[in-house]
């Protein structure tokens, strides 16, 4: 490996001192999932430090991972595996995730609940669901902390989310007891096609999927002409119609009308470029609104035909109905097309560390594949020893159209 794509890495104890007997790590971060997946060992530990590792090394505390220089994650440690070896040394394995993990898990209050008469911002309601949790703010500097994670800015990335633009009305939040506090929160952020994470400093950061930035690194299968990115070891795609459909119809229901004697509910239909339904079919007469075209859409010569109806019985009207079936469609665009690889080192070509929410030129010659695609997860791994590598996975540009809801 160069030392070009090799980055200095720092493990550090929540108070901040290193921690300088770590062997191996692992932080898988994707862009869907708002619990980062860290975990790492350490070994050797000398006799005189082992009581202090293994207690601040202990299931709740809090760990962070640096790269270069700059803060990569905050993480709590979810579990601490110990091992004494037959020469008598100590070996720990530590798994964390984000500081999400006790809203992702804990319930919400069971007594909460809302009725809100005016616009009332989402992100009130958010967090006061979540303050109990220890959040007291939300970022939405999106392509900053791309650009503190990746060291390096990028021009051209979409402009923060306007909190007050996000606002609720009319809105009913019953009582969930049955529900975690995150999950609860999240039915919310998809009503404006928005995904609530965590920064690299362990807060609440709310965003969404950038496609129109600029590339910032090209990565490239290990065969045929080199266009001058990163080489891509272990090349794999999958194109898959599971999860997909030609077609997605919402329907509501009516609202109680005093008087009304006979109505239609509301309903509304997207389907894919080009599809067009069989005559005799359900909802055949209905007003379709085609999705973006792009690999992840659902494609069969042999049968065309496979639908995907919704009942929503929150829906009383046709902009609910367009919004749902819009994102049924959204959230399962990112598993039509996917290509993975993994590049040596943690340091693109174009100096940055690799960053999810970023766009790359993505070349597979063996599979006719050069377009610019989205990246939503990375999986960075290092050794003391110096080796380093980075798993990519990039999916299509708009696959994940959730603002499209």
Request: aromatic residues 10%; neutral net charge; glycine residues 8%.
């Amino acid at each position: 490996m160069s030392e070009r794509n090799r980055a200095a890495i720092e493990l550090r104890f929540a108070d901040g001192k290193p921690i300088t007997a770590w062997r191996s790590f692992t932080l898988t971060q994707n862009y869907l999932d708002p619990l980062d997946r860290f975990t790492f060992s350490v070994a050797n530990v000398d006799e005189k430090e082992r009581a202090s590792y293994i207690r601040k090394l202990a299931k709740g505390e809090e760990v962070t991972l640096w790269a270069n220089g700059s803060q990569q994650a905050t993480c709590v440690i979810l579990s601490q595996s110990g091992s004494i070896t037959r020469q008598g040394g100590v070996e720990i394995e530590i798994q964390a995730v984000s500081t999400l993990h006790a809203a992702y898990q804990g319930s919400v209050d069971p007594y909460y609940s809302k009725n809100l008469t005016v616009d009332t911002p989402l992100a009130d309601v958010v967090l006061e669901v979540l303050r109990p949790y220890g959040f007291s703010e939300i970022n939405v500097d999106t392509a900053g902390n791309v650009a503190a994670v990746s060291g390096k800015p990028l021009a051209g990335q979409a402009a923060p989310v306007v909190l007050d633009d996000a606002k609720l009305k009319d809105f009913q939040g019953p009582q969930q007891g049955n529900t975690s506090a995150y999950a609860w929160c999240a039915a919310l952020f998809n009503r404006f096609g928005l995904v609530l994470r965590t920064d690299r400093k362990g807060k609440l950061l709310l965003g969404y999927p950038d496609f129109d930035q600029p590339a910032a690194y090209t990565a490239e299968s290990a065969r045929g002409s080199f266009f001058g990115g990163d080489v891509m070891m272990d090349v794999r795609w999958k194109d898959s119609n599971e999860g997909q459909f030609s077609h997605y119809v919402a329907r509501g229901e009516l609202a109680d009308k005093p008087g009304a004697t006979s109505a239609s509910p509301p309903i509304a239909g997207v389907k894919t470029p080009g599809f067009v339904v069989p005559a005799g079919s359900p909802f055949e007469s209905i007003t379709y609104t085609e999705l973006r075209d792009g690999r992840q859409n659902y494609r069969s010569e042999a049968h065309p035909y496979k639908p995907k109806f919704w009942l929503d019985k929150k829906a009383r009207d046709q902009e609910r109905c367009a919004s749902m079936a819009r994102s049924m469609a959204a959230v399962r665009g990112q598993s039509g097309f996917e290509v993975t690889g993994t590049v040596e080192g943690l340091i693109s070509r174009s100096n940055r560390l690799w960053s999810i929410d970023t766009v790359g030129r993505v070349v597979v010659s063996e599979r006719e594949l050069d377009e610019n695609m989205w990246l939503v997860e990375t999986t960075r791994t290092a050794t003391r020893q110096g080796g380093q590598t980075t798993k990519l996975k990039w999916i299509p540009l708009y696959s994940l159209d959730l603002r499209s809801t």
